[in-house]
């Protein structure tokens, strides 16, 4: 017959094997850590079942009550030991959080130290280099936009007196230029007049008018010898052939109304090379001096000549 009491010692026993495995396998404890349990506790599955079977043959009990009680207060002492370990493990791991907050407390706390150093250290430079104040610093930028906006309102100054000065010279360009468009219309008017007119006199008088308004009119000049030409005036007409050339050297009407004022002189020579230079600018110039009846006398020379 078994003993009820083997029966509950060995479970007592089982069970508390099984405990510290599990402990031990659930905590991760490594060895060296100071919470290792003894190996004699693990047992391997042949063990145990050799164990229940031997416990199953029994017919009498094999422990006495003091035995029984010895056993229970080791059970009783490695349940408290595995509370305590339990405890020790939880007081080692709400050392180290702790730890790491610490450290992280410390390391912001270091941090802002060293934020607020930094803004000391910044303010004691500004006050250093001059900024001791609000006001300090309100007057320096009320000086620097004065300063500024005194640069900016030159610039326009400037700028408004350059285009003041365009304007000026624009404005009296275009009084210039309408003045010139006038005295050209008179002077086109008088042409026309001039065009018109049949008496030498008044074709005269037509030409000064143009001289008075253009006093160097190479071509009011030379027209205004060859009406004097018309009036048996040669010395005249080669003065105003002078004038004429003075104004334009290159101007072969002027050079043809001399050649006809020489050879109305008789000035051969002078007529001959007027002419010559007329023809040179212009060759129109050598058939016209074929109608011309006061070139003839000088006409067969030029031409053979040129």
């Not at 305590?84 to 709400?94: A, C, G, N, P």
């Not at 050209?184 to 008044?202: G, K, Y």
């Amino acid at each position: 017959m078994r003993s009820l009491t083997g029966i509950i010692l060995s479970a007592s026993l089982l069970l508390a094997a099984f405990g510290a495995a599990s402990l031990v396998s659930g905590q991760g404890f490594e060895p060296g850590t100071g919470l290792e349990l003894d190996s004699s506790l693990y047992q391997s599955p042949e063990e145990e079942r050799a164990l229940r079977r031997q416990v199953e043959q029994l017919d009498e009990p094999l422990y006495s009550p003091f035995i029984e009680r010895y056993l229970m207060d080791e059970i009783r002492s490695l349940r408290m030991e595995l509370a305590q370990t339990q405890v020790r493990m939880t007081e080692q791991l709400t050392d180290r959080q702790l730890s790491t907050m610490d450290r992280a407390m410390s390391y912001t706390t270091d941090t802002v130290t060293y934020f607020f150093y930094l803004i000391a250290a910044a303010s004691s430079v500004l006050i250093i280099a001059g900024w001791k104040s609000l006001r300090d610093i309100r007057l320096s930028v009320r000086k620097q936009a004065k300063s500024e906006i005194g640069q900016v309102i030159q610039q326009y100054e400037q700028r408004l007196a350059d285009l003041e000065q365009d304007l000026a010279k624009t404005s009296h360009q275009i009084e210039v230029n309408a003045d010139e468009i006038e005295r050209t219309n008179e002077i086109h008017a008088l042409w026309l007049r001039a065009s018109q007119e049949r008496s030498i006199p008044t074709r005269i008088s037509i030409y000064d008018q143009i001289l008075a308004i253009r006093p160097r009119d190479a071509e009011a000049l030379t027209y205004k010898a060859d009406a004097v030409l018309d009036l048996n005036e040669p010395q005249w007409a080669i003065n105003l052939c002078q004038l004429a050339l003075g104004a334009d050297r290159d101007y072969a009407h002027a050079y043809y109304q001399l050649a006809c004022a020489y050879a109305m002189m008789e000035r051969t020579e002078e007529a001959i090379q007027s002419l010559h230079q007329a023809i040179s600018l212009n060759e129109s110039y050598l058939e016209e001096a074929q109608s011309e009846q006061v070139l003839q006398g000088i006409l067969p020379q030029v031409t053979e000549s040129s």
